[in-house]
């Protein structure tokens, strides 16, 4: 008999995956986004049971939010590469929540596209993730009236 429980102990209808799949995020508590960031927990820990740690921890999404890398990883389940995970998403809800009040902006800073980035550059030393990054990049950085959101 397992110690503890897992995602795939849950029944398919309320997996935080499939809920999202089907109801889409609107729908999925702060536990259960954080979860599908984080991914996996660890042995006897469900990543579920991870997420509402960090959310007691912190008393609540913006306290996570707030929370340094230090700070998330005295969380048990939470290294470093899980608080960089965390950060990047909770990120990237910032920008976009600063470009819907910027009209016109996209939350990006300015940042060129990859492929106009000089050599060297993160993603240029990975040129077998160019194309997905650019769809990823034109997907999110186009705005009515211009092609990139660093164009005038």
Do not use: W
């Not at 089907?22 to 660890?42: D, F, H, N, P, V």
């Not at 006897?44 to 306290?63: A, D, H, P, T, Y």
């Not at 950060?87 to 910027?102: G, I, M, T, Y």
Request: glycine share 10%; with cysteine; hydrophobic share 35%.
């Amino acid at each position: 008999m397992k110690d503890s429980f897992t995602v795939h102990d849950l029944p398919l209808s309320e997996r935080p995956r499939e809920r999202l799949l089907k109801l889409g995020s609107e729908a999925l508590s702060a536990q259960e986004i954080l979860a599908l960031i984080l991914g996996r927990g660890i042995k006897g820990e469900s990543v579920i049971e991870i997420s509402q740690k960090l959310l007691s921890r912190f008393g609540n999404l913006k306290g996570v939010a707030n929370a340094s890398v230090e700070e998330l990883t005295q969380t048990r389940g939470i290294g470093p590469a899980k608080a960089a995970q965390i950060k990047a998403a909770l990120e990237l809800s910032k920008r976009l929540e600063a470009a819907a009040q910027v009209p016109g902006g996209c939350g990006c800073r300015g940042e060129e596209p990859v492929e106009r980035q000089e050599e060297g550059a993160f993603f240029g030393t990975l040129p077998r993730y160019q194309k997905q990054v650019n769809k990823l990049q034109a997907s999110f950085h186009r705005q009515p009236g211009h092609q990139y959101c660093s164009s005038p």
